[in-house]
Nanobody
Framework: VQLVESGGGLVQFGGSLRLSCLAS????????WRWYRQGPGRPRELVAG???????SYIPSVEGRFTISRDNAKHTVYLDMDSLKPDDTAVYYC?????????WGQGTQVTVSS
């Protein structure tokens, strides 16, 4: 499974961005799709997750501002981010897991200016 993120960039406080994660390879056994992030000087943290059945979860700091979704036909997982804050500045990583392994993308930088 290969994951490629896109959509990062520089945005002002209160702005919005949509991150995309294009998946290729054998994705039929993936049981969870996640977005992680790692801000400057911080450990990597889980941001949101979605199951193949569409069940979603979020960390409290992004609940109500971020939305994770999937488009199966396009083999893509999205992270829509609204009301962005400087604290959201980080490299965002797409992540997926099946019974054999955990897969990571290369990351995409999101910078929120104050």
């Amino acid at each position: 499974v290969q994951l490629v993120e896109s959509g990062g960039g520089l945005v002002q406080f209160g702005g919005s961005l949509r991150l995309s994660c294009l998946a290729s390879g054998s994705t039929s056994n993936i049981y969870i799709w996640r977005w992680y992030r790692q801000g400057p000087g911080r450990p990597r943290e889980l941001v949101a997750g979605i199951t193949p059945f569409g069940s979603t979860s979020y960390i409290p700091s992004v609940e109500g501002r971020f939305t994770i979704s999937r488009d199966n036909a396009k083999h893509t997982v999205y992270l829509d981010m609204d009301s962005l804050k400087p604290d959201d500045t980080a490299v965002y990583y797409c992540n997926a897991a099946d019974s054999y392994s955990i897969y990571w993308g290369q990351g995409t930088q999101v910078t929120v200016s104050s």
